[in-house]
């Protein structure tokens, strides 16, 4: 293999500049939201007593959770030595930090009282996970700022794979965390289930690897730097592997329910009758999040075709658009299910006790949320223009360890 | 040759600008502070209706509430009025979003017919799930058990409304106007019963009960669990009560009869 030489993008053109101000658009859009929200209270959202996270939390859970998958291409390299995905290492760690970045400037920006961030970093319930998870986010950037680190200054190479397995076992904790807010809500039916936190793990593997297949191309074209098909066909394969692993745990949650006598209510709402949770589990995350990507990544199309390439441009979009489906049947979904507070009674009152709760997205919730998906952006792109995240060229012949080989043998 | 010494007309280091300046920062402190030392003031000469500091809260208490549904009437909200009332709980005509510290449920057995209608506020649990959860320890319960937000340190992450399985807690979703100096709110927090703390503390009974005994029918006692003479405690002895979900093993301090 030749070495691998990474450089910064020039940072130039005309359409760098466009995209930036374009990011830095949505990003305005964001605050502008996030004030409108906090000057006027919560009841300009969608959100209410009975739906108390909302859309914001869907942007936000569903880019930290994809941020901790990202990760996995550099631990791919540096942790299971498949040299192949190395060069892939330090963009994939660029993108880690602006994704989880992006999602917890939302969910801050969300909270009652914003202003207070200072009260959650100086006041602690370590009984609560939530409070966990402020430690394992803030430890994640940490530990990913200094495996990029040691990824990128030479003398300290020799750390990279140290550096690597303690990133990975971090994230692996991490989304055990972010899983686990709502695996530690005994009240709710739809929550309260040990497997939300390998549920979300699998998520996190999918929804990063496809966030990371799609910024990657976009960068790599943005940039006119060669990107092998072989490298691509790869990373399409791995994600039809975690496309199967999220639909693996989300048949498991459900039949767990379902065996369950109790809670056959709440998995008749969201399989059977819940109407837009319905439709956006079976069509949203199963179907397009699902089942076309399996069938586009696996289908027997011949490795680095112009075919291929594209099948998995579209897999991993529709991984990313079943994802934020996935995210918010389970958020707000899981939250519309009334709580079952009298076991086999039918129940009212004047606070909506024992009914669907109704929620619709608002303008300023969505607002804020893409706010956070383009302070990710943003991120990405100033780093690729300060520092060498990505190789000059990921062209086959020069991160392929096997390519020579293969060229000999066809 | 004797030269002139030419003496400087002003002190040596004397910068007039610079003393204008401190004067004024020192009048601008001034101003700042007054109000604050004077509501400190305030706040001192009226802590008489609160307990007194030297009397801390004691865990050889635990305040609770027994409510007998065969005396609670169906159509009869007084303990739900007399709590906005007390506390200074205005709705917005927004019923999803306006906040309800207790309301009444009804309740019907699908098979039976059978209904039932009660109040259901905060549980005062003495596992509270809504405390486990809380970042940053805004929601805690004191040792006589009552659960309570501290509105000083609530983000308003609103966690603990996840993790409720009551239902009893609301987010304050807009500006608040004529609050009650006992009972503080605050938008972007989050609150629920507080079983009237500044009633209890002053030695009386949160305004509920007291609205029930005097208006309704009498259906709710609070009194304290761990006194075995108290009244609560010797018809929880005496007679078999339930708690909502007693299965979660929270061990709510409001308990009901004939449930």
């Known amino acids: 293999m030749k070495r691998i030489i990474y450089s910064e993008i020039e940072g130039r053109s005309p359409q760098f500049y466009a995209l930036a101000a374009i990011l830095g658009v949505f990003i305005l859009a964001a605050l502008a939201s996030a004030y409108y929200m906090e000057h006027n209270g919560h009841y300009v959202t969608g959100m209410n007593n009975q739906i108390v996270w909302g859309t914001p939390h869907i942007f936000a859970i569903f880019l930290i959770v994809a941020a901790s998958g990202a990760l996995n291409v550099a631990s791919i390299g540096t942790v299971f030595s498949k040299t192949i995905y190395k060069p892939l290492g330090r963009f994939s760690a660029l993108l880690a930090i602006a994704m989880l970045v992006g999602g917890l400037v939302v969910l801050v920006l969300d909270l009652g009282r914003p202003d207070r961030l200072i009260v959650a970093m100086t006041h602690y319930n370590f009984k609560s996970i939530f409070a966990w998870n402020i430690f394992l986010y803030v430890g994640f950037l940490v530990i990913v700022v200094a495996y990029l680190w040691v990824q990128m200054e030479r003398r300290m190479n020799g750390y990279a794979k140290t550096a690597g397995m303690v990133a990975f076992l971090w994230r692996l904790i991490l989304t055990t965390g972010t899983g686990s807010i709502f695996g530690f809500l005994v009240a709710r039916e739809a929550y309260d289930s040990a497997i939300m936190a390998p549920l979300f793990i699998a998520m996190s593997f999918s929804f990063g690897l496809a966030a990371y297949i799609l910024v990657l191309l976009a960068t790599c074209r943005g940039s006119n730097r060669e990107i092998g098909d072989r490298i691509v066909y790869k990373l399409g394969r791995l994600l039809g592997v975690f496309v199967s692993l999220v639909l693996y745990f989300t048949v498991v949650q459900h039949l767990a329910n379902l065996y369950a006598a109790e809670h056959i209510g709440v998995e008749k709402f969201i399989l059977l009758e819940g109407g837009v949770y319905t439709l956006l589990f079976w069509v949203g995350q199963v179907i397009i999040g699902g089942i076309i990507p399996?069938?586009?990544?696996?289908?027997?199309?011949?490795?680095?075709?112009?075919?291929?390439?594209?099948?998995?441009?579209?897999?991993?979009?529709?991984?990313?658009?079943?994802?934020f489906a996935q995210v918010y049947v389970i958020v707000i979904g899981g939250q519309a299910y009334p709580l079952n507070m009298f076991p086999g009674m039918e129940v009212s009152s004047s606070f909506n006790d024992g009914v669907i709760a109704s929620y619709a997205p608002s303008l300023p919730e969505i607002g804020l949320g893409l706010g956070g998906v383009a302070l990710t952006g943003l991120i990405v792109m100033i780093g690729i223009k300060l520092l060498r995240f990505l190789p000059e060229s990921l062209a086959d012949s020069e991160i392929d360890p096997h390519h020579a080989i293969s060229v000999k043998s066809n | 040759m004797s030269r002139k010494v030419k003496h400087p007309t002003t002190t040596p280091g004397f910068d007039p600008v610079r003393r204008k300046f401190l004067s004024t920062m020192a009048a601008a402190a001034g101003v700042t502070l007054a109000p604050g030392v004077m509501l400190y003031g305030i706040a001192r000469s009226t802590s008489a209706v609160a307990r007194a500091p030297a009397s801390a809260v004691s865990s050889d208490v635990r305040w609770g509430m027994l409510i007998d549904l065969n005396r609670?009437?169906?159509?009869?909200?007084?303990?739900?009025?007399?709590?906005?009332?007390?506390?200074?709980?205005?709705?917005?005509?927004?019923?999803?979003?306006?906040?309800?510290?207790?309301?009444?449920?009804?309740?019907?057995?699908?098979?039976?017919g059978a209904s039932q209608s009660l109040p259901v506020m905060c549980q005062h649990c003495a596992e509270p799930p809504c405390v486990d959860v809380c970042p940053t320890g805004a929601s805690f319960k004191r040792a006589d058990g009552i659960v309570l937000v501290d509105k000083h340190t609530c983000i308003g992450c609103r966690y603990c409304m996840m993790a409720c399985p009551y239902k009893a807690r609301s987010f304050i979703h807009e500006s608040l106007e004529d609050q009650k100096p006992h009972a503080p709110r605050g938008k972007g927090t989050v609150e629920s019963c507080t079983l009237c703390v500044h009633r209890v503390d002053a030695g009386g009974q949160p305004a509920c009960v007291e609205a029930c005994s005097d208006t309704g029918g009498g259906a709710m006692l609070f009194g304290d669990l761990k006194d075995p003479n108290s009244e609560i405690s010797q018809r929880v002895a005496k007679y078999a009560t339930q708690q909502i979900r007693a299965d979660l093993g929270l061990d709510p301090g409001v308990r009901y009869r004939n449930l």
């Open chain 1, 294 to 323: 399996l069938f586009l990544v696996f289908r027997p199309a011949k490795a680095g075709s112009q075919n291929s390439n594209r099948g998995i441009i579209l897999a991993s979009t529709l991984v990313i658009i079943g994802g």
């Open chain 2, 72 to 112: 609670c009437d169906n159509g009869c909200d007084d303990c739900v009025s007399a709590c906005s009332k007390e506390n200074g709980l205005q709705g917005h005509g927004r019923q999803s979003t306006d906040a309800q510290w207790i309301r009444k449920v009804d309740i019907t057995n699908p098979e039976t």
